[in-house]
């Protein structure tokens, strides 16, 4: 898929160069025939792709409604259903749907992107499979076997095929059962909302994660899944150290020694993929800084969990908030300047975002009080209007001096 | 290619159906034994398609089980458990380790009460009977006349001092009318401890129908025991109706 948006690029660039080589004299109009009779086959492949993401889209969309529409037929239809009818549907339509999938897309090959949405659509089924064989036998222990069966069994699958919508849903099941088997682990853990403790450990998932991507982006084989790996730890990391910017996070323990297992687990995870990426030959730009980074906000992470107490005076509290700010803006400035270095507009699309969200926090913090409410919102407007201007004018040419397109 | 991706399809039709087998494995293997139960929210039972459910043991008076070791939230549990005259299990004991030869369930402990209060109070009803009710929580005095809403296990859901004719009430509740006799206040540790039985899935509108029945206020829970204590239900019993 890559290769075929670079011949694509190629193809429009030769278009306008071949028109200015035609002013500058350097070719004739017959010759002009020529080479472009010659990359024909690519303008053709080209009008077949125009609406090849809205297809890709579309089926992706369609997976999911079907998913849940079936979810929902048979638990609209229980009684009506006998046992063996839901289990019929449930295997009949996970097995089609992968057999399908995979018949479209490698044996048959005509239709690529609907053959890789339907097999998605098939790990979906199974993922509601587990559900519903857990409902229909009444299998209530331990619910969060439950999403990390499904995690596990995607998994494997996900790397074989080198599907990044596979992985992602790996890694969201997976995400989602550590936050449910470690609410049973954490003793001061007396209802959902009491999720501070999971602010960290989400963190440092979030680290990990990163970490395991930037691994997988020196393996050739696995570079092309690298990114729902980076994707997720990137905003997982930055998402929870935004939460730690705010005062109101930290009036509680923001971990537990309870936690103890699944800090060690992810803190193994993080070790064991940066020595692997101390082997790989290639290393990308700034790679030391990238992962000493992550090492540092880790073990700040690790030292608030376990050693920082949840009720302090406001003091001390004013003193934690204004390190965890610079610390988080520092980290802003670091991904922005990452992504420059290394040419990686997630970086930068994602450090932007946090920037804006850091701003209007702060503002808010700043000046609530101190503006009548009309003004406050009337400059807070006009500094975003100013601003995203500012920085939407930025963040192209920042782009466009990588002269690669922005996948959207 | 085509071999690796069906191994890789097989392996989770395999686990799919290794849910199914190892059910019908504890189900055949295990002990079947008959708990008394009701609805978390007696008001309203099903709320969307489950139904939460609240044991006799989900609630553990340590001191009335003469039960002197302490428990932390979020520890194993083993509740050992004996057949009453109702043909339903109820707790005898509970301890920290496994016991030998009898019968007993595992759970884990949600909730520690240490300073918990048990108020029993004597209630002269109009008919010259007396009845003993259990409370948690209790403002009334001696000689006042007061109406008791009352649980499907008579224990006090609240109290008021309006009139209510005897015998009124929901599907879930009832109402007892009488002069308060004799107040006693113990202090007790209690626990709060589920066992992985507290959900029961019907479908949608079946909830309806079971709520609105009068029977719902006796309802039983058949489960089947995995020698380590842990519990699986097999069925709901509401009357001469069973849901498997």
Known sequence: ?408 | MRGKFIVLILIQVLLLTGMIIYRQYWVHTGQRIILVTEPVDPRDIFRGDYVRLSYEISRLDLNKLGVKERFKRGEKIYVHLEKDDRGTFSASSATKVQPAGKTFIQGRVSNVSANAQRYTIHLLDDFGNIHVLEARWFHGKKGERLTFALDARNRVLNYSKEEKSPGSGNATNRWITGTVGEIKVEKVTQLNVEYGIESYFVEEGKGRQIEASRESRNLRVEVSLRKDGQGMITALVMGKTVFR
């Not at chain 1, 028109?19 to 350097?26: A, Q, V």
């Not at chain 1, 079936?70 to 996970?94: D, Q, V, Y």
């Not at chain 1, 099941?173 to 449910?180: F, P, S, T």
């Open chain 1, 1 to 408: 898929m890559a290769k075929d948006k670079e011949d694509l690029r190629f193809n429009k660039r030769l278009n306008q160069e071949i028109e200015r080589w035609l002013i500058e004299g350097i070719i004739e109009p017959a010759q002009k025939q020529n080479i472009l009779a010659r990359y024909k086959l690519l303008e053709e492949a080209e009008q077949k792709a125009g609406p090849g993401k809205l297809v890709t889209t579309l089926s992706l969309l369609s997976s999911i409604l079907i998913g849940a529409g079936l979810l929902l037929f048979i638990a609209s239809n229980w009684s009506a259903i006998p046992k063996w009818g839901k289990l019929s549907i449930i295997f009949g339509s996970m097995v089609a749907s992968y057999g399908l999938g995979f018949y479209m897309r490698y044996e048959k090959g005509n239709y690529p992107r609907v053959g890789a949405s339907l097999i998605l659509l098939g790990s979906l089924i199974f993922g509601t499979g587990i559900f519903l064989i857990a409902q229909i036998y009444h299998i209530s222990v331990h619910y969060p076997h439950g999403p990390l069966l499904w995690g596990l069994a995607v998994l494997p699958l996900a790397y074989f095929l080198g599907y990044k919508s596979l992985l992602s849903l790996a890694i969201l099941d997976l995400l989602i059962w550590m936050g449910m088997e470690s609410s049973f682990w954490v003793s001061a853990f007396t209802n959902l909302l009491n999720f501070y403790p999971l602010i960290t450990l989400y963190l440092m998932a979030g680290i990990a994660l990163w970490s395991i991507g930037l691994t997988h982006m020196g393996i050739e084989r696995w570079r092309k899944i690298s990114g729902p790996y980076v994707g997720f730890g990137v905003v997982l990391t930055f998402l929870p150290s935004y939460l730690l910017t705010f005062n109101f996070f930290w009036s509680e323990w923001l971990g537990s020694i309870d936690l103890l297992i699944f800090y060690l687990g992810i803190g193994g995870l993080f070790l064991i993929s940066t020595i692997l990426r101390l082997f790989l030959r290639e290393k990308e730009k700034g790679w030391t800084l990238e992962t000493l980074s992550l090492f540092f906000v880790l073990l700040i992470a690790l030292f608030v969990a376990l050693f920082l107490p949840g009720r302090v005076s406001q003091i001390l509290r004013e003193r934690y908030l204004l390190i965890a700010n610079i610390l988080f803006a520092l980290g802003v400035i670091g991904l922005i300047v990452l992504g420059y270095i290394r040419r990686y507009p997630s970086y930068i699309n994602i450090g932007l975002l946090f920037f804006v969200l850091d701003l209007v926090a702060r503002y808010f913090d700043f000046f609530w009080k101190l503006l009548p409410r009309s003004l406050f919102f009337i400059i807070g407007g006009l500094i975003l209007l100013l601003g995203g201007v500012m920085l939407e004018r930025k963040r192209r040419k920042v782009l466009a001096s990588f002269n690669i397109e922005e996948l959207d």
